[in-house]
């Protein structure tokens, strides 16, 4: 089998612009009393939420319940400073990494989705594997490893631009190893369009690749019935050969959704631990006195219609073991390499 096709063109996606959601926007008012209000701002909030966050039956929340809760501690005297505090102790009730509130002076984040587990990464230990040698394509570094017979590529975040040109070399660069990982572990996200060109690189042909809902009103459960997403192959360097793709809690958002793409195909094995999630596509609204609140609105699930917003389970569990750091050794590279060169036999 010839492995690799080089005809340029371009990796068309389909029905991803279709999936605009109409979020209510709150305008600001200009009377500083009105827009600082506490119970204002509280309202705002709740009622954005109420209309377009996409998760609360899958997560069984009682969004009602919550406006009680914290109906019952709001006072009118909060400055601005514990508003923002508590507003962002509500939101946090949504256990959701994509649900944030910006001011000038802070971000409410929630990030109990990674910090409550192993980590998996060890950033001293992944300097010895790079060492200074290494080559970098974009947002990618990499480099050829186990007497040339594997490739490595590190991509630490998918808002780090990758292009087309960029994948052609680096996997040229692999055309005579047997295997290839690609570790997306501490990858919190950032742009699908990376996930979607990355992904293309490893197809035989137009797979389907999930679902997308989007609302259509402002109830809890209108939604619009699931939207298939296929991805096409790229026509430009593909890699069919053995892939392994290294996952921790911190692959999440885009590094989600492209462990989701990755995993359905037959060359492919994840290995690690399980994704972190996030699987809402966010959309932004603003409250009265010019915060921003961004949210989870458009549910996107896998290819048997299940929700990944909780992570994607790895096809091979490894942790990490303190042994290995120890040495100076990635237990997850090595588990990968290893498998790669068995298969090769």
């Not at 909030?45 to 209309?51: A, R, V």
Request: proline share 3%; with cysteine.
């Amino acid at each position: 089998m010839n492995f690799f096709n080089q005809i340029h063109t371009s990796v068309h996606i389909k029905g991803l612009l279709l999936f605009l959601v109409s979020v209510s926007l709150i305008s600001c008012e200009k009377a500083d009393e009105y827009t600082m209000n506490p119970r204002t701002n509280f309202e705002a909030l709740w009622k954005i939420m109420d209309e377009n966050y996409c998760f609360f039956e899958y997560k069984d929340i009682d969004w009602d319940d919550v406006y009680q809760k914290y109906n019952l501690q709001l006072r009118d005297t909060m400055d601005q400073y514990e508003l923002f505090q508590f507003l962002g102790d509500m939101l946090s009730e949504l256990q959701d990494g994509h649900t944030n509130l910006y001011s000038s002076f802070d971000v409410a984040r929630y990030w109990d989705w990674y910090e409550d587990y192993p980590r998996n990464f060890n950033e001293d230990v992944h300097k010895k594997y790079l060492g200074k040698d290494y080559l970098i394509a974009g947002g990618m570094k990499y480099l050829r490893m186990a007497n040339n017979k594997v490739g490595y590529i590190y991509y630490g975040s998918f808002s780090s631009g990758v292009g087309e040109n960029n994948l052609d070399y680096a996997l040229m660069y692999f055309k005579d190893c047997q295997g290839l990982i690609i570790d997306v572990r501490e990858n919190g996200g950032g742009s699908l369009t990376y996930s979607d060109v990355i992904a293309s690189r490893f197809l035989e042909e137009k797979t389907p690749v999930g679902y997308i809902l989007h609302k259509t009103g402002k109830g809890h459960n209108d939604f619009s019935e699931p939207y298939a997403i296929e991805l096409e192959p790229s026509n430009r360097v593909r890699w069919l050969r053995p892939v392994v793709v290294l996952t921790n809690r911190h692959s999440y958002s885009a590094t989600n959704d492209f462990v989701n793409k990755m995993k359905i195909l037959p060359n492919v094995t994840i290995m690690g631990d399980q994704t972190g999630g996030g699987s809402g596509l966010p959309f932004n609204s603003e409250l009265p006195n010019g915060w921003r609140v961004r949210f989870s609105a458009s549910p996107m699930l896998d290819v048997n219609k299940q929700h990944t917003e909780y992570g994607i389970k790895p096809d091979k569990y490894v942790q990490l073991k303190q042994e290995d750091i120890n040495k100076g050794k990635d237990t997850l590279i090595e588990a990968a390499i290893s498998l790669l060169t068995q298969e090769s036999k």
